[in-house]
């Protein structure tokens, strides 16, 4: 038995060695996985402070993709709210085909890739996902090629809490000095703020970040 000390060590210093050691033998980022999880919890993950967040930054003109949208929760709001030009990105099926029957356009990928075309978007959304992902310089190359000039992302990632000993599912943990390293890298930071949704105990990061004409980012 390993003393939880040294796993808190480990998750903490090296989050990759000790997510890949946690998740010998399961496989947690497949299409079946996720069918699975958000056929069971449809519904159940509401974000209303993220989601007016979203909407006060935003307008119903917009074209907006949410990374991984899960259950589409915040595209539902947005669409209630007056958006049209809603899409989804999601690995598993069953949420696609869910999404694209209430009117969302949705679209299938697997992370780090962005399955899209260049200058697509004028939002994207990443709420709860960059913790998740190995290759995130990659990813966030492919949010950047997808957005418009000017073009705004949103991230939304715990802070400082649930690594991967607490959510063998992540990856890294993140501050908000690390996520505006990693950020600035490929985009302006225009803010980045520590929240509390009502639902929910954890604090959340919430990073505004743009994609200036030539930010001179890293290849």
């Known amino acids: 038995m390993i003393p939880w000390r040294a796993k808190n060590f480990v998750s903490n210093h090296f989050p990759l060695l ?6 010998i033998g399961v496989s947690g980022n497949s299409a079946a996985h996720w069918d699975r999880r958000l056929e069971e919890t449809w519904g159940a993950r509401q974000w209303p402070g993220k989601d007016r967040l979203i909407e006060s930054l935003t ?37 696609i085909r869910r999404l694209e029957s209430e009117g969302i356009h949705m679209h299938r990928g697997v992370l780090p890739s962005i399955p899209l075309a260049d200058a ?7 709420s709860q996902v960059l913790e998740h992902i190995v290759r995130r310089r990659t990813f966030l190359k492919e949010v950047r090629r997808v957005l418009k000039p000017g ?30 390293a990693l950020l600035g890298r490929y985009f302006s930071v225009e803010s980045i703020t ?6 929910y105990e954890m604090p959340v990061l919430f990073a505004h970040v743009v994609k200036t004409a030539d930010l001179g980012f890293a290849k």
Not at 120 to 126: E, H, N, P
Not at 162 to 178: D, M, Q, R, W
Not at 194 to 199: A, H, K, L, T, W
């Open 194 to 199: 520590s929240i509390r949704e009502e639902n």
């Open 120 to 126: 697509s978007f004028d939002v994207l959304i990443a």
């Open 18 to 23: 000790y997510h890949v050691l946690a998740n």
């Open 59 to 95: 307008a119903p003109t917009d074209c907006v993709l949410d990374i991984g949208c899960g259950d589409g929760s915040m595209l539902r709001y947005l669409q209630k709210r007056g958006y049209r030009d809603l899409h989804g990105l999601e690995i598993s099926d069953y949420a």
């Open 151 to 180: 073009g705004r992302c949103f991230v939304f990632v715990p802070d400082d809490c649930l690594g991967p000993i607490s959510e063998p599912e992540h990856v890294i943990k993140f501050n908000a000095k690390s996520l505006s």
